[in-house]
């Protein structure tokens, strides 16, 4: 298993910046992309940003040039910096960790979630 605990979030005004952070642990050593998801009012959940555990990065075009996601391994931890705010980004933002299950004979990809964190960006 692998839990994820967040941390960061919070209310700032339009043009600031946060950092989210999210420390792993568990069976860590599975581990393979991390990520953030982000879920407004009334909106389906949508995939942010994710970090494959080679450091290669992938964003959703709406933060790009504006969020940058991080991955410290020492740490098992991954961190979204949010800079140049907007009104538009404020939802709950939630950690994703890919991690195998394995057996002597089977292998099972699995996903955990943390418990989200609430970023509230005011105009």
């Known amino acids: 298993q692998v839990h994820l605990v967040e941390s960061g979030g919070g209310l700032v005004q339009a043009g600031g910046s946060l950092r989210l952070s999210c420390a792993a642990s568990?069976?860590?050593?599975?581990?393979?992309?991390m990520g953030w998801y982000r879920q407004a009012p009334g909106t389906q959940r949508e995939l942010v940003a994710v970090?494959?555990?080679?450091?290669?990065?992938n964003y959703t075009d709406s933060v790009k040039g504006r969020f940058t996601i991080s991955r410290d391994g020492a740490k098992n931890t991954v961190y979204l910096q949010m800079n140049s705010l907007k009104p538009e980004d404020t939802a709950v933002y939630y950690c994703?960790?890919?991690?195998?299950?394995?057996?002597?004979?089977?292998?099972?990809?699995?996903?955990?979630w943390g418990q989200g964190t609430q970023v509230t960006v005011s105009s």
């Open positions: 568990g069976s860590i050593f599975s581990i393979s992309a």
């Open positions: 970090i494959s555990s080679a450091g290669s990065t």
């Open positions: 994703t960790a890919d991690w195998t299950k394995y057996t002597s004979s089977w292998s099972k990809r699995n996903r955990s």
